[in-house]
Antibody
Framework: QVQLQESGPGLVKPSETLSLTCTVS??????????WTWIRQPAGKGLEWIGR???????YYNPSLKSRVTLSLDTSKNQFSLELRSVTAADTAVYFC????????????WGPGTLVAVSS | DIVMTQTPLSLSVTPGQPASISCKSD???????????LYWYLQRPNQSPQLIIY???SRFSGVPDRFSGSGSGTDFTLKISRVEAEDVGVYYC??????????FGQGTKLEI
């Protein structure tokens, strides 16, 4: 059973870069047919898909965030990461990492989420 | 982006009674491959979302059979035949036909 766990700073200053890592256990991110995904949820609000990365390193981003987002993989650590640049208070949210089954297009495993606040 | 609209936004149900949530998309979710990419997720309080229904009507592994999904094209419904206490949370529909990005409905809060 694959498990995902987000980690990173809980507080980021405006205009700086938010960096989060998702550690995957119970399966390799470089095997199988899965996309590794980030989704966020502002407090009391709905879900927003940020982007996904494949084992090849190929990425897809939400057009609304594309200019500020970079996803990357570290296969040696079985981790994938999110960088969101030039953050504002609107980027305050719980950030989830998740696994998406390729072709099936479903998020079948999620991390518990981590709250990131943007504040000076 | 495809817009997903859920109704109602909140629902209070007596245990043992049925519940129904509607989800409408502003474009058809029927793909040329014959599949309809509509999903339902449940986010229990203080938890991450979990997949309950995929491709309109298929229950994910371990999901009780009191959950069922139906619909086609742009109109979809999630039904719970007999609500139990553990069903409390926020239900989201999601489309996966036109990506990026995946888009979700606003969520429907189910209370008992």
């Amino acid at each position: 059973q694959v498990q995902l766990q987000e980690s990173g700073p809980g507080l980021v200053k405006p205009s700086e870069t938010l960096s989060l890592t998702c550690t995957v256990s119970g399966g390799s991110i470089s095997s199988g047919t899965f996309y590794w995904t980030w989704i966020r949820q502002p407090a009391g609000k709905g879900l927003e898909w940020i982007g996904r990365i494949y084992k090849s390193g190929y990425t897809y981003y939400n057009p609304s965030l594309k200019s500020r987002v970079t996803l990357s993989l570290d296969t040696s650590k079985n981790q994938f990461s999110l960088e969101l640049r030039s953050v504002t208070a609107a980027d305050t949210a719980v950030y989830f990492c998740a696994r998406e089954a390729e072709i099936l297009r479903r998020f079948d495993s999620w991390g518990p989420g981590t709250l990131v606040a943007v504040s000076s | 982006d495809i817009v997903m609209t859920q109704t109602p936004l909140s629902l209070s149900v007596t245990p043992g009674q049925p519940a129904s949530i509607s989800c409408k998309s502003d474009q058809s979710l029927l793909h040329a491959d014959g599949k309809t990419y509509l999903y339902w997720y449940l986010q229990r309080p203080n938890q991450s979302p979990q997949l309950i229904i995929y491709e309109v009507s298929s229950r994910f592994s371990g999901v009780p059979d009191r959950f069922s999904g139906s619909g086609s094209g742009t109109d979809f419904t999630l039904k719970i035949s007999r609500v139990e206490a553990e069903d409390v949370g926020v239900y989201y529909c999601m489309q996966g036909i036109e990506i990026p990005p995946y888009t979700f409905g606003q969520g429907t809060k189910l209370e008992i």
